[in-house]
């Protein structure tokens, strides 16, 4: 076997869980092989380079050999090569906390007290009932 493709490789090493999700990620431009979108049924082989998008990084794995059924985890390396750079995972990991640290208080969904206080003041309580809303422009 010298070549095969993509989706089914990507799949076969655990790149992705499904075979579906593998060929969408092709059609949604999210996988290269050497540095070039590919479709679906582009042919792979050892030695190449396949990036693989998966927001919010970009992992890089060098083709070592081919396989066309799927693997144990245990085997994988022997299929591959994570060749991802380091900055890529420190991305992810400023994503994971970012969530958390950069959000100031009061911001996103009010709480249950603010959303009694801002019902309470559209409520028709606050409206002055003594004031007459009729406005006669007849000259």
């Known amino acids: 076997m010298n070549e095969v493709r993509i989706d089914k490789w990507m799949w076969a090493v655990r790149i992705f869980k ?3 999700i593998a060929v969408e ?3 949604k431009n ?12 582009r042919m792979v082989k ?16 060098k083709v070592i050999n081919l396989t066309v059924n799927r693997i144990g985890a245990k085997l994988v390396p022997e299929y591959l090569e994570n060749i991802t ?16 640290i950069d959000r100031a208080h009061g911001t996103g969904r009010p709480t249950k007290k603010d959303r009694r206080d801002l019902d309470e003041w559209n409520s028709p309580l606050y409206i002055d009932d003594s004031f007459d809303f009729d406005f006669d422009f007849e000259e």
């Open 85 to 100: 750079p380091p900055e890529q995972y420190a991305l992810l990991e400023l994503q994971k906390i970012g969530g958390f």
């Open 18 to 20: 499904t075979r579906t």
């Open 25 to 27: 990620a092709c059609k």
């Open 30 to 41: 999210r996988v290269k092989v050497n540095n070039v979108v590919v479709k679906p049924s």
């Open 46 to 61: 050892a030695g190449d380079v396949i990036q693989v998008a998966k927001p919010p990084i970009t992992y890089s794995f």
